[in-house]
Each structure stands twice: as structure tokens, then as C-alpha cells.
């Protein structure tokens, strides 16, 4: 390497800017293979993390073994010695203690030989660098959230679409299973009864989970919580070969909580711990237990599985924002963050513990809030009530098979029906005759229910409280708030035809 000595600073003036600067500055030599420093300020020790009595001559931050990517030393390298100079050029360096810092720099470099006389101010820009990733995971989430709005609204016109069809199909098999059918016939329409159910729940689910809602808490059974949840995520479970084994205690108290909010806090649970199983082994068993502990009156859940685990170190950083162990792309760091949140905010706590290649446990706890549930024997079957002869009932549904099947379910059970296609009609017929018990859709061309409702409670007060709903459209916030205001009985699509019929002669009696 060619010598080289460093001017001589007669100014002191310059001199004390030089050792008072907040900013690395750096005289050397750079050549492929090896340094020379001629000069290093204080700060600059203190970004590449040498003591300050260490002398300028050992500070040498472009060794190569300083370089986190050797290639991208040969690359600064060669645009100095193409461009003479570089601004504001990122480097990623390591620092003496071996933790890897983002260095920017500024500098210009004159050949001497197969070296550099390279002349740098360097800043230390670690903070901003991860401020700038941090800011760009929210505007991520920011987006997310407007996607999962837009979702939400779609869904709830998609549920009604594929609930008015379910409804029908559930409606009309109910029917025909109540009669005299061959074995084959019976199987068949079990399996179709069944299959639309299915279908239903999946709807449900969805529309439930992509909603944006308000807060709103009640008492709740967890163990209902953990089984819809499951039923959720029960065909991606089947199709991976993911094993759910269920250990919940029968006669938990209930706890006073968002029943949604506590989804959202499992479903992170749950996937989380199917990424990890299926990462590792292509397949998982999945436990989840609940147990109640009456010293701290508090109800725990646990999710485990039989994934990697966790290293001790990711444990402790597990719940902080935006840390994520997963790829670029593959995961934002906010999950488990707030399924924190919500846990704190119900006045619990959520807690993981895990051994390396013993899998993982995460256990949320949240304080009882209400009466132990008392576990059932045998579910006794409801009162059957007669219906006097006369009980006039009037069904309004558009779709027209749906409605058709729930007025001969009602005539069955001994109702005088009568049909309306939409509120319109519904308004005319009320006009004309007095019923008992009114069946009515929520969404209806021309007149829907809600409008049907307001014209009965300034023409007929006393017939709002024989109205009972229908509706395939439950997450609407205008729906919610409607049905909570109007006080009326109401069932989602799609129903039981027995519970129609139930309701119906729960309002006459």
C-alpha cells in the first residue's frame, strides 16, 4: 500500500471543530485487502464502539471484517474509484461489540495506486432506519385495515345472498325429512340438510371476523368462544393434517368480554401455532384446554402445540410491536401485540412459555365475571303449546320458497297463514286484517322490515310486539342498532323451522 501522512491542523480552531464534531469523520487509505487510518475523530469511535484512549490509527471501520456483506464493500470501493465521490451511501457495518449498525456516509476518494485516499463524514442512522421500517409495517396495517373494511361491507351483502338461498335449502329439507321417506331418500336429504348448515356456519364466521364493530361486551362462555373459533379454521385444519384435541372443562364461570375480541385473540393463537407446526413438520396436534382457578377466581385458556418452540430470547420479545421471527412479507409483528392489548384490556393477561423442540403454550387468563354455568345432564325438550284455533299469522318474504316453506310449517302446527311478498303488501294485508304473530324479512325491495316496523309503530303500536325478524344480514351496524331499538324477537338466517314455529308460539302465548 502506498504511504501517505496526514496534513498537519496548525488551526486550533479547526482543530477543535474536528475533535468536537457529532459526526464520524475518517482520513485513510482503503485498498481491497487492507487499511490505514491517518485520522479518526471521537465520534466515530464511539459509532464503530472503540474506547476513546484507543488510538486513530487502530479505528479502521472499512476493514473488510467491519462489513456485515463483504460484496457490498467491493461495490462502495468501486463507486469511489468510478465516481470520486458518494452522498448520503448506506452501509451496513458491524459495530466492535459485533451488533451491526446502518452507517451513512459521505465521502470522496482519490487513487493512490490499488488503494484509496478516502476522506468520510459518517452518521449513525440505526434509529431512523428502524423508525422508517416501523412506519412503513403501520402504513402496511393502515391498509390492511381499510381492506378489511371494505371486506366487511362486502360480506354483509354477501351473507345475505348466500343465507336467503342456505335459508331456503335448510328450510325446505327440514320439511321434507319430517315425512315418510325411503332409507336413501332420508340419507340424502340428511346429507344436503347438513351440508348447508356447514355452509352457513362458514358465513357466519366470515362475516363475523371481517366486520368492523363496536365494543360490545357481554357475559361469555369461553368454551363456546374456543368451539366456534375451531369451527372457523376446522377444513385448513383438516386439509394439513392438523390434529385438534379439545380439554375443556365443563361449568366454567363466564367472563365479562367482547366475544369477538376474544376470537380475534384465538385465531392468532391458533394460526400462529399452525405456521409453526407446519413449518417444521408438515403436520401438528393442537391442544387446547380450559380450567377455571377458583384461588384467583380467573378462567385460563391454553393453546399448545408440538412445533419447534421458542428460543428463550424470542420469548422475551414475543409480544413486542412489529417483532416478528417470520419472513419479509410473511407477517407484520402485530399479532400477538394485540391479542396483548385485548387481554390486558378485559383485565387479564396473556403468557407463553416453551422449551426448544418442545413445542409452545401460550395461556390467556381473564377474570371470571359471572355465575358458574351448571353443565347439563340431558337438554330437555321445550314445551310444545297448542295453537287456538284461529291464530292467524302473516309471513313477509321476497323469496318466495323460503316463505312458502315457513307459512306450511306454520299451518302445520296449526297457524291460519297468509303471505306477503315484501312490506308493501305487508302493510296493505295488516290494513285489512288483524294477526297475531307476524314473521317478517329485514331486507326487502320496495318496503323492507325496518320501514314495515316504523309504519306499524305509528299505525299499530300493539303489533310491533308480534313481530318477529328474519335476516341473513346480522353484522350490519343499522341492522344491530335496529333490531336492539325495536325490541323485537328475531332469528338469523338460516333457521330451524321448529324455532320459527317455537317463536312464533312463544309470542302468541
Not at 371476523?209 to 368454551?223: C, E, G, L, P, S
Amino acid at each position: 500500500m502506498t504511504d501517505a501522512r496526514l496534513p498537519t491542523l496548525q488551526d486550533d480552531a479547526f482543530l477543535h471543530l474536528f475533535e468536537g464534531l457529532r459526526e464520524g469523520v475518517y482520513i485513510g487509505l482503503v485498498a481491497p485487502d487492507s487499511t490505514a487510518t491517518l485520522a479518526a475523530n471521537p465520534y466515530l469511535r464511539l459509532i464503530v464502539g472503540w474506547a476513546e484512549d484507543v488510538p486513530a490509527s487502530q479505528v479502521r471501520p472499512f476493514d473488510v471484517d467491519r462489513f456485515v456483506d463483504p460484496l457490498a464493500r467491493d461495490e462502495f470501493l468501486a463507486q469511489l474509484r468510478r465516481d470520486g465521490a458518494v452522498h448520503d451511501h448506506l452501509l451496513r457495518l458491524r459495530r466492535v461489540d459485533g451488533t451491526a449498525a446502518w452507517i451513512e456516509v459521505t465521502a470522496r476518494a482519490e487513487p493512490l495506486g490499488d488503494a484509496l485516499r478516502l476522506e468520510a463524514v459518517m452518521r449513525d442512522v440505526t434509529e431512523r432506519k428502524k423508525l422508517e421500517g416501523q412506519s412503513r409495517d403501520v402504513f402496511h396495517q393502515l391498509s390492511q385495515a381499510e381492506k378489511l373494511a371494505a371486506l366487511g361491507q362486502t360480506m354483509s351483502g354477501v351473507a345475505h345472498e348466500l343465507n336467503n338461498p342456505l335459508a331456503t335449502i335448510l328450510a325446505c329439507a327440514e320439511r321434507l325429512v319430517g315425512r315418510r321417506l325411503d332409507d336413501l331418500t332420508r340419507r340424502d336429504l340428511e346429507a344436503i340438510h347438513n351440508a348447508a348448515e356447514r355452509a352457513s356456519r362458514i358465513v357466519r364466521n366470515l362475516q363475523t371476523f371481517a366486520r368492523k364493530r363496536h365494543t360490545t361486551r357481554t357475559m361469555v362462555d369461553v368454551n363456546h368462544v374456543v368451539r366456534d373459533t375451531l369451527a372457523l379454521r376446522a377444513y385448513e385444519q383438516q386439509v394439513a393434517n392438523v390434529v385438534i384435541i379439545e380439554a375443556l372443562a365443563a361449568g366454567l364461570p363466564q367472563v365479562f368480554a367482547d366475544p369477538h375480541q376474544l376470537q380475534q385473540v384465538l385465531l392468532n393463537l391458533v394460526i400462529n401455532a399452525e405456521h409453526a407446526m407446519l413449518g417444521t413438520n408438515g403436520r401438528g396436534c393442537l391442544i387446547l384446554r380450559s380450567w377455571h382457578e377458583p384461588e384467583r377466581d380467573a378462567v385460563l385458556l391454553e393453546v399448545g402445540d408440538d412445533g419447534p418452540g421458542i428460543p428463550k430470547d424470542v420469548q422475551a420479545r414475543i409480544f413486542d410491536p412489529f417483532f416478528t421471527t417470520k419472513a419479509v412479507g410473511k407477517g407484520t409483528g402485530l399479532g400477538l401485540t394485540v391479542a396483548y392489548a385485548i387481554a390486558q384490556e378485559h383485565g387479564g393477561r396473556i403468557s407463553v412459555s416453551s422449551v426448544p423442540g418442545g413445542g409452545a403454550s401460550f395461556v390467556l387468563e381473564l377474570p371470571a365475571g359471572g355465575t358458574h354455568v351448571r353443565a347439563p345432564e340431558s337438554p330437555a325438550a321445550p314445551a310444545i303449546t297448542d295453537v287456538p284455533v284461529g291464530t292467524r299469522a302473516l309471513v313477509v318474504e321476497d323469496e318466495q320458497a323460503l316463505g312458502d316453506a315457513v307459512a306450511d310449517a306454520m299451518r302445520d302446527a296449526g297457524f291460519e297463514v297468509d303471505r306477503a311478498a315484501d312490506g308493501e303488501e305487508a302493510i296493505q294485508r295488516t290494513q285489512a286484517r288483524a294477526y297475531d304473530v307476524i314473521v317478517c324479512d329485514l331486507k326487502m325491495p320496495r318496503v323492507d322490515g325496518m320501514a314495515f316496523f316504523d309504519h306499524l309503530l305509528a299505525t299499530a303500536p300493539a303489533l310491533t310486539k308480534r313481530l318477529i325478524f328474519v335476516t341473513g344480514d346480522v353484522a350490519g351496524t343499522e341492522a344491530e342498532a335496529f333490531l336492539a331499538r325495536s325490541g323485537c324477537r328475531w332469528l338469523a338466517k338460516p333457521f330451524r323451522l321448529r324455532d320459527v314455529v317455537r317463536t312464533a308460539r312463544e309470542v302468541i302465548a
